[in-house]
C-alpha cells in the first residue's frame, strides 16, 4: 500500500504531536488507572518471590520470645512504601510469639515505630514493654551500630518513654547481637549499608532489609553473598509478605493500582518509541 | 465502632487538605503548593529536633549531668558545641578540632569495613564455579551454571568497559560493548523498580484519601 506525500506527512505530524502531548494528560491517565482498582478489585495475585520467602521462613524458624530487632532508618515520606512492610513483619512475629525491639538511626522514624508495633499487635493482645519495645532514636550511626554489639543497654540506658532498660521484660537476657534472632532494616536511605558493615561483618549478626523500590537494585548483591538473609523491595516485598503470612494488609490493597499503573507506563513507553521512531520515517521537507 | 475524637478528624482533613495542595503543583505551579513545600521543610526540622532532644539531649547527656553528676558527658558535649563556632567568623576555627574529630572516627571506622564488606565479600561472592554438579536435579544444575556463567561475564565485561588504559577496539571493545549491554540491563532493573517505587507513593495518598478521609472504596480491608 502507498501514500500520498500529504497522506504521510500528516501522519508524521501526528506521531510529533504525540511526543508533544500535555504531560498532565499523562499525570491524570495514571491518576484514574491507580483510583479504579479501589472501586473494581482487579484480584491480581502477588507471588512471593525467593528473597521474601528466605526472610519469612528464617523468622517462622525462630524459637518463641527470641527477640527481633526492627530498626526503622525511613522518615514518613516513604512510609507508604515501608509501613506496611513493618506491620507485616512485626505481626509475623507477634503471631510466633517472638519479642520485638524497634530502634532507629533516622529522626524522623522515632515515633514510627509505635505506630507500626501498636498497629501489628492490637489484635493479638500484644503489650509495649512486655511483647515489645521502641528505644527510639539515637545519632552516630555506625558508632550506634557498634555499639550493640558491645552492649545494647550501653547506647540506650532507657527505652523511649524513659523507662530504665533493667526494668523492661521484652529486654530481659538481651545484651547484644548474640542474643537476637535477627536484624531488619527497613530503610529509605544507605542506613542497609552501615548494618552490613558494622553489625553483619564485625558481629556476625543475622541481617535482613526491606528497602524502597529505588534502592532494591542496589542491594541484591548483598543477597547473594549471604550478607544479607532476605530483601523486601518496595510496596510490592510488602504483599509477599502479607501474602505469606495470610494477613492481607496496606501492600496488598495498593497491587491493583499497582499493576495497571504499570501497564500504563509501558504502554506509554512503547507509544513513546513508536512515534519517536515514525516522526523520524517518510519524505522531509 | 468507635468514634474518632475532633482531633483525629480535623487531623486527616489537615493531611488530606495538604495531600491535593501538593499535588496541584502537576498541574500548574501555585502560591499554595510553594506554602506547603516551605511547611513541609520547616515541619520536618522541627520534628527531628524535638527528636532529637527527647531521645538524646535529655537521656545522654541532661539526666547524667544533672541527676547522677556525671561531668564526663560535658567534654563530648563541648566538642559538639564547638561545631557552632562555624557562624561566627573570628572564632569559626575552633570547628575544626570537632571536625577533625568526626573525620578521624568516620575514617577510622569506615575503611576496613567498607573494604571487608563491599570489596572483599563481593569478590568472593563473584568466585563461582561455572558448572554446578551439587544440585538435586540435571535442570537445577544446569540452570545454576548458566547462572553462574552469566555472573562471571558479566562481571569481567564490565569491569573491562571501565578499563580505560586499553583501547575499547577489536575482539577487546566487542568484549566491552558485552559490557554497555550489561549495565544497560541494570539500569533497566533500577528504572524499573523506580517506576514501582514512585507509583507507590502516589498509592499511599490514594489509599489514605479514600479511606481515612473520604470513607470510600470496595477493597476496604482496614
Same mark, same amino acid.
Given at each position: 500500500?502507498?501514500?500520498?506525500?500529504?497522506?504521510?506527512? *500528516?501522519?508524521?505530524?501526528?506521531?510529533?504531536?504525540?511526543?508533544?502531548?500535555?504531560?498532565?494528560?499523562?499525570?491524570?491517565?495514571?491518576?484514574?488507572?491507580?483510583?479504579?482498582?479501589?472501586?473494581?478489585?482487579?484480584?491480581?495475585?502477588?507471588?512471593?518471590?525467593?528473597?521474601?520467602?528466605?526472610?519469612?521462613?528464617?523468622?517462622?524458624?525462630?524459637?518463641?520470645?527470641?527477640?527481633?530487632?526492627?530498626?526503622?532508618?525511613?522518615?514518613?515520606?516513604?512510609?507508604?512504601?515501608?509501613?506496611?512492610?513493618?506491620?507485616?513483619?512485626?505481626?509475623?512475629?507477634?503471631?510466633?510469639?517472638?519479642?520485638?525491639?524497634?530502634?532507629?538511626?533516622?529522626?524522623?522514624?522515632?515515633?514510627?515505630?509505635?505506630?507500626?508495633?501498636?498497629?501489628?499487635?492490637?489484635?493479638?493482645?500484644?503489650?509495649?514493654?512486655?511483647?515489645?519495645?521502641?528505644?527510639?532514636?539515637?545519632?552516630?550511626?555506625?558508632?550506634?551500630?557498634?555499639?550493640?554489639?558491645? *552492649?545494647?543497654?550501653?547506647?540506650?540506658?532507657?527505652?523511649?518513654?524513659?523507662?530504665?532498660?533493667?526494668?523492661?521484660?521484652?529486654?530481659?537476657?538481651?545484651?547484644?547481637?548474640?542474643?537476637?534472632?535477627?536484624?531488619?532494616?527497613?530503610?529509605?536511605?544507605?542506613?542497609?549499608?552501615?548494618?552490613?558493615?558494622?553489625?553483619?561483618?564485625?558481629?556476625?549478626?543475622?541481617?535482613?532489609? *526491606?528497602?524502597?523500590?529505588?534502592?532494591?537494585?542496589?542491594?541484591?548483591?548483598?543477597?547473594?553473598?549471604?550478607?544479607?538473609?532476605?530483601?523486601?523491595?518496595?510496596?510490592?516485598?510488602?504483599?509477599?509478605?502479607?501474602?505469606?503470612?495470610?494477613?492481607?494488609?496496606?501492600?496488598?490493597?495498593?497491587?491493583?493500582?499497582?499493576?495497571?499503573?504499570?501497564?500504563?507506563?509501558?504502554?506509554?513507553?512503547?507509544?513513546?518509541?513508536?512515534?519517536?521512531?515514525?516522526?523520524?520515517?517518510?519524505?522531509?521537507? | 465502632?468507635?468514634?474518632?475524637?475532633?482531633?483525629?478528624?480535623?487531623?486527616?482533613?489537615?493531611?488530606?487538605?495538604?495531600?491535593?495542595?501538593?499535588?496541584?503543583?502537576?498541574?500548574?505551579?501555585?502560591?499554595?503548593?510553594?506554602?506547603?513545600?516551605?511547611?513541609?521543610?520547616?515541619?520536618?526540622?522541627?520534628?527531628?529536633?524535638?527528636?532529637?532532644?527527647? #531521645?538524646?539531649?535529655?537521656? #545522654?547527656?541532661?539526666?547524667?549531668?544533672?541527676?547522677?553528676?556525671?561531668? !564526663?558527658?560535658?567534654?563530648?558535649?563541648?566538642?559538639?558545641?564547638?561545631?557552632?563556632?562555624?557562624?561566627?567568623?573570628?572564632?569559626?576555627?575552633?570547628?575544626?578540632?570537632?571536625?577533625?574529630?568526626?573525620?578521624?572516627?568516620?575514617?577510622?571506622?569506615?575503611?576496613?569495613?567498607?573494604?571487608?564488606?563491599?570489596?572483599?565479600?563481593?569478590?568472593?561472592?563473584?568466585?563461582?564455579?561455572?558448572?554446578? !554438579?551439587?544440585?538435586?536435579?540435571?535442570?537445577?544444575?544446569?540452570?545454576?551454571?548458566?547462572?553462574?556463567?552469566?555472573?562471571?561475564?558479566?562481571?569481567?565485561?564490565?569491569?573491562?568497559?571501565?578499563?580505560?588504559?586499553?583501547?575499547?577496539?577489536?575482539?577487546?571493545?566487542?568484549?566491552?560493548?558485552?559490557?554497555?549491554?550489561?549495565?544497560?540491563?541494570?539500569?533497566?532493573?533500577?528504572?524499573?523498580?523506580?517506576?514501582?517505587?514512585?507509583?507507590?507513593? !502516589?498509592?499511599?495518598?490514594?489509599?489514605?484519601?479514600?479511606? #481515612?478521609?473520604?470513607?470510600?472504596?470496595?477493597? !476496604?480491608?482496614?
Amino acid at each position: 500500500m502507498s501514500h500520498t506525500p500529504d497522506a504521510a506527512s *500528516g501522519n508524521r505530524d501526528f506521531w510529533v504531536r504525540l511526543q508533544r502531548i500535555d504531560r498532565r494528560w499523562i499525570f491524570l491517565v495514571l491518576f484514574v488507572g491507580v483510583v479504579v482498582p479501589y472501586f473494581t478489585p482487579l484480584g491480581c495475585r502477588v507471588r512471593p518471590s525467593d528473597p521474601t520467602r528466605k526472610l519469612y521462613d528464617f523468622i517462622d524458624k525462630l524459637p518463641e520470645r527470641k527477640p527481633v530487632m526492627i530498626s526503622f532508618d525511613y522518615g514518613p515520606g516513604s512510609a507508604a512504601e515501608l509501613d506496611p512492610m513493618a506491620v507485616a513483619i512485626a505481626r509475623h512475629c507477634f503471631k510466633k510469639n517472638l519479642r520485638l525491639i524497634g530502634v532507629t538511626l533516622d529522626p524522623t522514624g522515632a515515633l514510627l515505630i509505635r505506630k507500626a508495633f501498636e498497629k501489628a499487635g492490637k489484635d493479638l493482645g500484644k503489650k509495649m514493654h512486655e511483647d515489645w519495645v521502641s528505644l527510639g532514636y539515637k545519632p552516630g550511626g555506625g558508632v550506634v551500630v557498634l555499639g550493640i554489639g558491645g *552492649g545494647l543497654d550501653t547506647v540506650f540506658a532507657t527505652d523511649s518513654e524513659g523507662k530504665p532498660y533493667g526494668e523492661i521484660p521484652a529486654l530481659e537476657g538481651v545484651r547484644n547481637y548474640d542474643d537476637i534472632g535477627i536484624v531488619v532494616d527497613l530503610a529509605s536511605s544507605a542506613a542497609p549499608d552501615i548494618w552490613i558493615r558494622y553489625a553483619r561483618e564485625a558481629f556476625k549478626a543475622n541481617l535482613a532489609c *526491606g528497602v524502597t523500590g529505588v534502592m532494591v537494585a542496589a542491594y541484591y548483591p548483598y543477597l547473594q553473598t549471604g550478607q544479607f538473609i532476605g530483601i523486601l523491595g518496595g510496596l510490592k516485598g510488602a504483599a509477599e509478605y502479607e501474602q505469606l503470612t495470610e494477613a492481607p494488609g496496606d501492600g496488598q490493597i495498593g497491587m491493583d493500582s499497582q499493576s495497571v499503573a504499570h501497564l500504563i507506563v509501558i504502554a506509554l513507553v512503547i507509544l513513546g518509541n513508536v512515534a519517536s521512531i515514525a516522526s523520524r520515517r517518510g519524505p522531509r521537507g | 465502632m468507635e468514634h474518632p475524637g475532633f482531633w483525629h478528624v480535623f487531623s486527616v482533613w489537615v493531611a488530606a487538605l495538604l495531600t491535593l495542595i501538593a499535588y496541584s503543583f502537576l498541574y500548574k505551579d501555585n502560591p499554595a503548593y510553594r506554602f506547603v513545600e516551605a511547611l513541609f521543610v520547616g515541619v520536618s526540622a522541627g520534628y527531628g529536633l524535638a527528636i532529637v532532644y527527647r #531521645d538524646v539531649v535529655i537521656p #545522654d547527656l541532661w539526666k547524667p549531668i544533672h541527676d547522677e553528676g556525671d561531668l !564526663l558527658r560535658l567534654i563530648p558535649a563541648v566538642i559538639g558545641v564547638l561545631m557552632l563556632s562555624r557562624f561566627h567568623p573570628k572564632i569559626s576555627w575552633l570547628s575544626r578540632w570537632p571536625m577533625a574529630f568526626t573525620i578521624g572516627i568516620g575514617a577510622g571506622m569506615s575503611i576496613p569495613a567498607t573494604i571487608q564488606a563491599n570489596i572483599l565479600k563481593q569478590v568472593q561472592g563473584t568466585m563461582v564455579s561455572p558448572v554446578v !554438579l551439587d544440585k538435586a536435579t540435571a535442570m537445577e544444575n544446569a540452570v545454576a551454571s548458566v547462572s553462574n556463567v552469566v555472573l562471571i561475564i558479566g562481571v569481567l565485561s564490565v569491569l573491562a568497559y571501565f578499563f580505560f588504559s586499553k583501547e575499547h577496539t577489536g575482539g577487546y571493545g566487542r568484549f566491552c560493548k558485552l559490557g554497555i549491554y550489561f549495565l544497560m540491563f541494570s539500569f533497566g532493573a533500577s528504572f524499573g523498580y523506580t517506576v514501582m517505587a514512585r507509583v507507590s507513593l !502516589l498509592i499511599g495518598r490514594v489509599t489514605f484519601l479514600l479511606y #481515612d478521609w473520604l470513607h470510600v472504596g470496595a477493597v !476496604l480491608l482496614r
